[in-house]
């Protein structure tokens, strides 16, 4: 069983202002313990605390040396900053828990998961992701979400060895990654392993944090229709859990476990499946789902000897709120083949 040690009160004033006292006096910590019969690390404790002070520069007969005053905050200021943060990332975590959008247009309507682009990779498939972009676009009620790792960004060794190698420019990228944001309307964007290399240089969050919701590598977020059905769709750069045999093992571990989305999404491995199940322990229909994203020639996967796949780079959640059942939403790995079906369900509103 573990032992709580329940924290000091602080001592009285007149003994904080003896052992002041003695310490103005160039009066050793031992000697003070000794002289007023208390321990020496309380002394040492009241110090760190600033119920003491800390002596520096021993007086000298001839001179007054000036006091320098610490930048620092005091224990109380830094408490309360602490406290108050707290509060600030509470709030957050409750704003983003299962956060609402509230369509304004009735009918059917899709989310098209964009996979990993590694837009500026040489293996990246401009021409398929160009292709699903202006599907999107010109498609009535079909909105993006970006899964992560929009590019490369390549960081400590991998940026000395990877780099290099490449004949797009950092610079280059980040206006290729501009061209990628603005050209489709997001319902929201996912930053994966590769954005988050920036570190503190957190370039996607400088440049779009407030114009599209963006979030570090999940989101779980409820969509309220106009008549007031809701669907639940948990999307992430990867869920937790691994398996050789199956590559949605993670997003149907935590279908399995959670039992709280209609949808889940996943992105990450370059890899894709859709798995579509009734789990009778939750009473819940949900889809489990990975997109394989638009890299299509990984050095890294040829090292490990693995195939690459030739579909799926997104994946396609069509939502009718008009059906009842597991009927309400279909999946696709095709995302022209999504676009026709959701034409076709909303030309009969």
Known sequence: ?????????????????????????????????????????????????????????????????????????????????????????????????????????????????????????EGCNVKLLREHINIVNNTDGLYGIGMGDYTNNWAGRLAQNMAPLEETTRPQTWKLVDWFFKSVDWFLLIKGNHDVWSGNDDVLEFMYKGAVPMQDWQARFRIVCPNKKEFKVWVAHDFHGHSIYNPLHG?????????????????????????????????????????RGYKYFDNYANVLGLEEQEHGASVVAIFDPDVEGPASIQMFADVKESAEYLTWKRSKL
């Open 1 to 121: 069983m573990k032992s709580y040690v329940m924290p000091r009160e602080k001592p009285k004033q007149q003994l904080l202002e003896d052992v002041t006292a003695l310490l103005e006096q160039n009066i050793s910590v031992k000697e003070i313990a000794e002289k007023l019969n208390i321990p020496k690390y309380s002394i040492y404790n009241w110090r760190s605390l600033g119920y003491v002070p800390i002596p520096y520069v021993k007086k000298n007969k001839s001179y007054e040396p000036p006091e320098i005053l610490s930048s620092e905050l005091d224990v109380e200021s830094l408490l309360d900053r602490a406290e108050k943060r707290f509060d600030r990332l509470h709030k957050k975590k409750e704003s983003i828990t299962w956060f609402p959008y509230k369509m304004k247009q009735a009918g059917p309507f899709g989310l098209c998961f964009f996979g990993d682009p590694h837009i500026g990779d």
């Open 251 to 291: 997003p149907m571990k935590k279908g399995k476990f959670t039992g709280q989305a209609d949808v889940y999404v996943a992105g990450h491995k370059h890899n894709w499946g859709l798995y579509h199940v009734e789990d009778a322990d939750n009473k819940k229909t949900y889809w489990a789902s990975r997109a």
